[in-house]
């Protein structure tokens, strides 16, 4: 439309002495004279300098912090330091006003919780850009990691009959008349007569579904959205966030273990190569609010250094029982410190994750062969070992500092009687899981696979405190805006 030259390219160099035309949002505008610009494909701003003949003092009135503007002129060799380039402006236009007194934003720190009220413009803040142009390259790399090594990209259903992770906590899929539901000869409701003559819901895993592709195509991976149900507010969780599940067959537990660690390596590995300056200024950001805080409050290493080290060194990887051993080992239990006692056979609290990820091992470890009793049903059963106290399953959650669990997974049970016998235990409807029986039945495989939560991904590569800021827009319990 307007023959626009995109920022990055013209801070790549060969524009030199040309008349190019710009366009893009004011970030600063200073002395009548300069302004930041930004236009989303790069971290760093073009200096567009207005030209001394440029009269139109109606316009200038109009460039404001992010406003919409379009600059004609020629690129230069910048007099000035902090920039290599500028655009000598003799046509300005301002597309899109953003009057000061009206507009929520200013060019000065705001909180996060303020800009997660103005979702529509937060991505404009530097932070935000930083944030989401990585939450892309994370999204690139993840094909790009799966692809270059032969797997295949499979869309699992969003919506579904089935509860993969066996826990109730999912949305309901209805289009009946919630005043006037139809009722069934038990007097509950009639899923006969509702949209899909069922039950249904949004997935919590596209798991199940990925295991059938396992069993025929060999590698596939999942990416996409899934929902829960589950009433927590925390700097974790997401009611509507995105998993990345790897199924593979013929993989037992340790190979997954080893994906898994090579995914998150490749991943963070991908961001630095690709996105420094984006990183760089994410790095500095926190280093500027940690500055005032006291000592024991601040990271142990700046967001940089903690990516490299995380790539540099290879995981922990302990069992479920040692993890519990050590706890009850550790100066914190002894002192009443903790607020949940670590016992084997009850779920490790995010306390006890932190203690092993922060304080003992100070680096990501893979946590394996967890009681049966609190994992899911499609967990494979390790053999009995009397050096365990009771019966685990070949699970492995992944835990990452500042994140906790960033990856949960397991070796699936391949085994038809034990499966049923599991589905049964738990209460679970088998009429439902039919088909996943049947993948057990005829021309079964060991095969194993995991989950990667996206957004607690983002938020480790990019050092955010609260999840909520690294999805465009987030959905919690009570917050469903945009
Ligand atoms: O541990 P989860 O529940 O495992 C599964 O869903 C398996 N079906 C995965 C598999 O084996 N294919 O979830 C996997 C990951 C967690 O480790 C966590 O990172 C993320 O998904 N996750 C959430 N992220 C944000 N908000 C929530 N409410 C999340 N719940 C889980
Ligand atoms: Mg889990």
Partial sequence: MYNRT?????????????EITVCGWVRAFRSNRFIALFDGSDFNTLQVVIDDDFGNEDVLKKIHFHACVKATGKLVESQGAGQKYELIANDIEVLGEANPDEYGLQPKAMTMEYLREKAH????????????????????????????????????????????????????????????????????VDYSKDFFAKHTNLTVSGQLQAEIGALALGKVYTFGPTFRAENSNTSRHLSEFWMIEPEVAFNDIYDNMDLAEEFCKYLINYVLDNYADDVAFLDQRI????????????????????????????????????????????????????????????????EHERFLVEKKFKKPVIVRDYPQSFKAFYMRENDADESVPGTTVAAMDVLFPGIGELIGGSQREERIDVLKRRVEAMGIDEEELWWYLELRKFGGA???????????????????????????FPRTPGSAHF
């Fill in 6 to 18: 995109e920022i990055k390219d013209v801070l790549a160099g060969g524009h030199l002495d040309k």
């Fill in 121 to 188: 413009f937060r991505m404009r803040t530097s932070t935000f850009s930083a944030v989401f142009r990585i939450r892309h390259a994370i999204a690139y790399g993840i094909h790009k990691f799966y692809n270059d090594r032969g797997y295949y990209y499979m869309h699992s259903p969003i919506i579904t009959g089935s509860d993969a992770e066996g826990a109730g906590e999912m949305f309901q899929v209805t289009t009946l008349n919630m005043g006037d539901m139809p009722k069934n000869e038990e007097g509950g």
């Fill in 446 to 472: 060991p095969h194993a696979g995991f989950g990667l939560g996206f957004e607690r991904m983002v938020q480790f590569i990019t050092g955010i405190q609260n999840i909520r800021d690294v999805i465009p």
């Fill in 287 to 350: 280093e500027k609010m940690e500055r005032n805080m006291p000592k024991e409050k601040r990271r142990p290493m700046g967001l940089l250094d903690t990516l490299k080290f995380v790539v540099e060194n290879d995981f922990e990887r302990i069992t479920y029982t040692q993890a519990i051993n050590i706890l009850r080992n550790s100066k914190p239990f002894k002192k009443g410190k903790f607020e949940f006692e670590p016992t084997w056979g009850s779920d490790m609290q995010a």
